[in-house]
């Protein structure tokens, strides 16, 4: 079966901090993929980044990066510099290769202090 | 315009009604999705839809039905709302993609609230 965990429910950070997020998945499966989505106060999901699992490079995009490691089965979410705009709740995602269907972790809140 | 459009954005309505929600896109993208988000829950698939005539149920689907009227169009139906089922209600869409690998673009939600 396949499986998120978000273990951090709520986050605060003052602004212009570092944050990191983190995900862990469980899946049999040697090929899968991974994603992240913001969704902000106004309630839309945002897709972020996609991950290959045999694409083990780490991506950075402008304040964002990401770290996936599959020898721990994790896919962490580092905002570096915070700004009070990343205030949002943040899903880790699995998606298989037998088909489309998406497995959500149950999401991080993240609050940045002005 | 919005890409993935669901109607109503908003709903309150009584235990024992009929509810559909609806969902349009405008991606040309074959695959639709409908999920529910609740508190402390994230994101849990009710059905998906691969193409027009294909019809999947996903984790929770009892209590919900659905109907992929065109590519473009995936509507959820309540038969007989309880309130357990108020919820966030998302409408996802995804090209097929050489790899299944494609992310899902999500409508703005619509939020049902059953008295």
């Known amino acids: 079966a396949q499986k998120v965990t978000q273990a951090q429910t709520e986050i605060s950070v003052v602004e212009k901090e570092d944050v990191t997020l983190d995900c862990v998945y469980e899946?049999?499966?040697?090929?899968?993929?991974l994603f992240w989505y913001k969704q902000p106060p106004s309630g839309e999901l945002v897709f972020l980044i996609r991950?290959?699992?045999?694409?083990?490079q780490n991506e950075i995009s402008g304040r964002y990066s990401w770290n996936f490691q599959k020898s721990t089965s994790s896919f962490n979410f580092t905002i570096t510099a915070s700004q009070v705009v990343d205030s949002a709740v943040y899903f880790c995602?699995?998606?298989?290769?037998?088909?489309?269907?998406?497995?959500f972790g149950t999401g991080t809140s993240l609050t940045v202090i002005p | 315009d919005a890409d993935v459009t669901q109607t109503p954005r908003n709903r309150i309505t009584k235990t024992g009604k009929r509810i559909m929600l609806e969902c349009s896109q405008t991606?040309?993208?074959?695959?639709m999705y409908w999920y529910r988000q609740d508190p402390g829950l994230g994101l849990r698939l009710i059905y998906y839809?691969?193409?027009?005539?294909?019809?999947n149920k996903g984790e929770i689907s009892d209590g919900y039905s659905v109907s992929r009227q065109a590519q473009a169009k995936f509507s959820l139906s309540l038969e007989s709302a309880i309130p357990n089922q108020t919820a966030l209600y998302f409408c996802?869409?995804?090209?097929?993609?050489?790899?299944?690998?494609?992310?899902?673009?999500f409508g703005d939600g619509t939020r049902l609230s059953i008295l």
């Open positions: 839809s691969f193409d027009v005539k294909d019809i």
């Open positions: 991950r290959n699992s045999f694409d083990e």
């Open positions: 996802a869409t995804s090209d097929r993609g050489a790899l299944n690998n494609q992310p899902q673009h």
């Open positions: 995602a699995l998606s298989r290769v037998s088909g489309n269907q998406f497995y």
């Open positions: 899946t049999r499966d040697t090929t899968y993929y």
């Open positions: 991606k040309g993208h074959d695959r």
